[in-house]
């Protein structure tokens, strides 16, 4: 017996004439940025020596007998020159982490991606890697030839002597960031024989090859896709923030002509269209086409242009740092700045200059030892000897500054309260010690918990420290 659906035809469904395969995966193409010059290129370089001397040069800085920048995880202190911080110190680690988002800000309200084009280090580094791949490769031209013709000798000769500066620089970074953590001299010697600890050498090889990868190879791509700060921007920004402008009424309509020509006559914009802006951005956006979130405000393509625009005859200034407001209604460079200080710059200025003021306020009263009290819970209270009744306590004593220092230690907030060990102590310098303190009060005191302090005196009696504990009587 057949089926109901045995005598029913099967039709193949035929896809619509007009459906289109739609790629959701755009691979990207690699962009060969032109060398440029200029003022924006020169003050770019200016940043990127002196961010680099500033990094590579720091951890091997001496302060007297000690790295002046070091970040000791081991011994849990950290030297930022004459200061010694502890754990304990995170407040002003927070603090400076409040001040450079709070400058970011405030930067970004004022004149835009200029972190970005200048100083960020992706950026940086790829300024450098970009350097070492012209000088071994050639300029934009010689560099695609070079990528597109067949494997030669002396193709792999310069693609190994670039790949091999690559790698040593990275590695170079990668030992100079160990280096802020593990004193750079002991840091040398380990890496000289080939003694480096498993952390030192895995942090190492994985900041290199970050350095490496990100540089070498993903440079516009970590711009654009992994760092947040190209999304937010926007929330920054309004029309008095300093951007890469390209001036559409003065370029526009864009056309080639000779240099002899008169555009005006032609019924042309200034724009001769020779795509060098186009050709010279480290992101190969267009910047004719407006502002775009792929824009990190370097001024490459401004200085580029000014380079056509002299060659032609022209006013420089067509692409430019400027405002949307001063590009909309005209305006000179003196009344576009005079928009600097609008409403939301002051409310940033304002928390950054308070900020930093508690911060150097709180630096300046910061007393150079800390003491943590815990009570010893394995021990209850008990009666001595002599009839008294006793707590038991452990001190931990830190000397944050890089003297030996003898402190006094007393205790009060209960009649009859008195400390029955050692009141004087010795800490070396930038050394913290635990020590055993014995409390007593007379027997017969009121049962309960009790507020006590312990104070703490250097012996040159500048500074002193008050911490709060609890005294535990039985009922």
């Known amino acids: 017996m057949n089926s109901p659906d045995s005598d ?20 990207s193409q690699k962009i060969y940025p032109r060398s440029v010059e200029g003022i924006f290129a ?18 091997w800085l001496e302060w007297g007998a000690r790295q002046a920048v070091l970040f000791d995880l081991n011994a849990r202190r950290f030297y930022i020159f004459g200061l010694v911080l502890y754990p304990q110190d995170i407040i002003y680690l927070t603090g400076l982490l409040v001040i450079s988002a709070l400058s970011l800000f405030l ?34 031209s010689a560099r ?39 004193p750079i ?32 190879f993903m440079r516009e791509q970590v711009c654009k896709y992994m760092c947040p700060y190209a999304r937010f921007q926007s929330a920054m920004f309004d ?28 019924g042309l914009g200034e724009c001769v269209d020779c795509s060098l802006c186009v050709q010279v951005c480290p992101t190969g956006i267009d910047i004719r086409k407006g502002l775009q979130y792929e824009c990190i405000g370097c001024g490459a393509c401004a200085d580029v242009c000014d380079t056509v625009m002299d060659k032609m005859g022209y006013p420089r200034g067509l692409v430019r740092y400027a405002t949307q407001n001063a590009i909309n209604n005209r305006w000179n460079t003196s009344q576009m700045l005079r928009r600097v200080l609008r409403p939301r710059v002051l409310i940033y200025t304002s928390f950054l200059v308070a900020l930093l003021i508690a911060m150097l306020v709180a630096l300046s009263l910061r007393i150079p030892f800390k003491v943590d009290v815990v009570r010893d819970r394995a021990t209850l209270a008990r009666i001595n000897d002599d009839g008294q009744l006793e707590n038991i306590y452990r001190l931990q004593l830190m000397n944050a500054s890089e003297q030996d220092k003898t402190f006094r230690l007393s205790v009060r907030g209960l009649d009859g309260v008195a400390l029955a060990s050692d009141t004087q102590v010795d800490v070396g310098a930038v050394q913290s010690r635990w020590i055993v303190s014995r409390v007593t009060v007379p027997y017969g005191a009121a049962p309960g918990s ?26």
Not at 116 to 140: H, N
Not at 244 to 254: F, L, Q
Not at 450 to 475: C, M, N
């Open 8 to 27: 029913r035809k099967v039709i193949p469904i035929q896809p619509a004439a007009d459906d289109v395969e739609v790629s959701l995966y755009q691979a």
């Open 42 to 59: 020169y003050w770019r370089w200016v940043l990127v020596i002196f961010t680099q001397v500033l990094y590579y040069g720091l951890p």
């Open 107 to 140: 930067f970004t309200a004022v004149a835009g991606r200029l972190w970005c084009g200048y100083a960020c280090p992706q950026t940086v580094y790829s300024e450098l890697f970009m350097w070492i791949e012209r000088k071994v490769e050639g300029d934009r």
């Open 144 to 182: 695609m030839r070079l990528d597109e013709g067949p494997m030669s000798a002396n193709k792999f000769r310069r693609k190994f002597t670039k790949h091999l500066l690559w790698v040593l620089l990275s590695l170079w970074t990668g030992f100079t960031l160990v280096g802020y953590f593990t």
């Open 185 to 216: 001299h002991e840091l040398l010697n380990e890496v000289l024989t080939l003694s480096t600890s498993s952390w030192e050498t895995f942090w190492i090889l994985f900041y290199g090859f970050a350095t490496y990868g990100n540089a070498g």
């Open 239 to 266: 029309h008095d923030t300093l951007i890469v402008t390209y001036d559409t009424e003065r370029g526009e309509p864009r056309g080639s002509r000779s240099r002899k020509a008169d555009h005006t006559q032609l």
């Open 450 to 475: 009790h507020a006590i302090q312990f104070v703490i005196e250097d012996s040159a009696g500048k500074d002193h420290l008050v911490e709060k504990t609890v005294f535990l009587v039985p009922r």
